[in-house]
């Protein structure tokens, strides 16, 4: 309450849920206030690219983490398995050792030794690796505005997501992307198998996808939004002073 609550600064929120829940507790009374949907992505380095042929996959890529849904995802892929749904589910990213909700390399090796999953350790070239792809999944408990979503309309793609803060405004549910419930492996499977079985749903999703990034998450747009906060609140600072 202290450090924000200031009337000369300005606090920046990613999702309107986390705004919310701060002027509830009374923390923003007196500052002044904006929303800016991410950190945006550069739309020159990730782009859209022809849907690839074959059996559909599902790339989840993002930090190995518990909290990221990365138990979820799996089982997702497994109730679909058990279902005959012809789709390959992919997870990229690194476990990290120093997060207590990591998910260990052990862990990690023993779903692909089941046969449900692929693992492939973070890629320097994502642009590359979500052009593989049909489907985007991020099953997050919570997000401030999730890069991994924002990518995925970059590089025109479908996504699947959770129903909480963050993620759920980083598409727009039935036009680039599904919700599902958190924590919930069947809700998950059950969103999955509904687009998976709608190919011409997956490509519209797609373009609609690109369109939503370019309108909101240019990186251009992004850091001209802020930089336009920084120079207002440097001229509020001059008058006051004067």
């Known amino acids: 309450r202290l450090a924000l ?36 992505v550069d ?6 690219a022809t849907l690839p042929k074959g059996p559909p996959l599902v790339l989840m890529p993002c930090r190995m983490l518990k909290d990221k849904g990365v138990a979820e995802f ?37 779903w692909v030794d089941e046969g449900i999953v692929q693992w492939h350790p973070n890629s320097r070239n994502i642009n590359a690796e979500l052009a593989r792809a049909h489907i985007i999944a991020l099953p997050s408990y919570r997000e401030g505005f999730p890069k991994t979503l924002v ?15 963050g993620c759920r405004h980083a598409i727009i549910p039935g036009e680039t992307g599904l919700l599902f419930k958190a924590r919930d492996a069947a809700d998950m499977a059950a969103v999955l198998e509904t687009l998976l079985a709608d ?11 690109r369109k939503l990034a370019e309108s909101r998450y240019d990186i251009e747009k992004i850091v001209a939004a802020h930089l336009d ?9 001059d008058t006051d002073r004067m």
């Open 5 to 40: 609550n200031r009337r000369n600064n300005h606090v920046i929120f990613q999702n309107p849920d986390d705004r919310d829940l701060f002027a509830k507790m009374g923390l923003l009374s007196r500052c002044q206030v904006s929303l800016i949907p991410g950190s945006g």
């Open 43 to 48: 739309l020159n380095l990730i782009r859209p």
């Open 74 to 110: 799996v089982g997702a892929a497994r109730l679909l398995h058990a279902k005959g749904v012809r789709a390959t589910f992919r997870l990229l990213g690194d476990p990290d050792p120093g997060n207590p909700t990591t998910v260990t390399q052990t862990q990690l090796d023993a």
């Open 151 to 165: 990518d995925a309309s970059a590089a025109g793609r479908a996504a699947v997501t959770s129903d909480v803060p």
């Open 199 to 209: 190919p011409a749903q997956i490509a519209r999703m797609g373009l609609a996808a």
């Open 229 to 237: 906060i920084y120079q207002r609140s440097l001229a509020t600072s």
